[in-house]
């Protein structure tokens, strides 16, 4: 039970999180990233407003993913980033801090302008921290835009889908991608007591289901960590 309860708490607190908002269908194209299934405005203030209501949930953080080129200005490669507001994320996966083996562990997590890279790229294309390095990403619209980063940290790799993703300040990926407003990908949660997880979803997946579009279709859908990691 013990080691049980160690390896999902390395999963949920270090990159995951316990539940997951999306808008619906986000999740069956997930290995695209798909820009085009964001929340937008409304709905992510529809999503405060129920999040508000429930006591159970500890902390709530905003992402933003997508694929982009990474390039050390020698090589390039593809790379998975999550792109977040540090201090909503260092509340939701309290462990991700840990998982930072170069580079100093700052109560931010990082600034904008800084990525942190997965070890296997880090190795892979022998960058190191305070290295400049070039994110190059397609945005809904096809536009293509390039933006220049400071590595702050290497993270270690993790078992599961998140071993090669990279982190970067939410601020920059609307830069990087041109997005005017409001837009999220997901919205990871985090419970004050994980054996609630049970009756928690039940309950958000009651309210989140009750809030239709004008064809009468859910708008969002909610998902535990499980369903989420293989």
């Known amino acids: 039970g013990s080691f049980k309860g160690m390896m999902v708490g390395q999963i949920t607190d270090s990159m995951l999180g316990h539940l997951q908002i999306h808008r619906k269908g986000y999740l069956a194209s997930i290995d695209s990233l798909p820009l085009d299934r964001n929340l937008n405005h409304s709905q992510v203030t529809k999503v405060k407003m129920i999040l508000s209501g429930f006591d159970a949930i500890e902390a709530y953080s905003m992402r933003i993913k997508l694929g982009a080129m990474f390039s050390n200005f020698t090589q390039t490669t593809n790379i998975r980033l999550n792109t977040v507001i540090p201090e909503q994320e260092i509340k939701t996966v309290p462990l991700l801090s840990d998982r930072i083996i170069q580079g100093d562990k700052k109560d931010v997590l990082l600034r904008k302008g800084e990525i942190l890279i997965p070890e296997l790229i880090a190795k892979g294309m022998k960058v190191k921290v305070d290295d400049s390095v070039v994110l190059v990403a397609t945005n809904k619209n096809g536009s293509v835009n390039g933006k220049t980063f400071l590595v702050s940290g290497v993270l270690e790799g993790i078992t599961g889908p998140g071993g090669r993703d990279g982190v970067i ?10 997005i005017d407003g409001i837009e999220i990908s997901e919205v990871a ?6 054996d609630d997880l049970p009756q928690v979803f039940s309950s958000l997946k009651t309210k989140f289901s009750a809030l239709k579009n004008k064809q009468g279709k859910p708008v969002f859908e909610v998902h535990t960590w499980e369903n989420l990691s293989p």
């Open 189 to 194: 949660l985090r419970q004050k007591n994980m």
């Open 169 to 178: 300040h939410l601020d920059d990926a609307k830069e990087l991608l041109r």
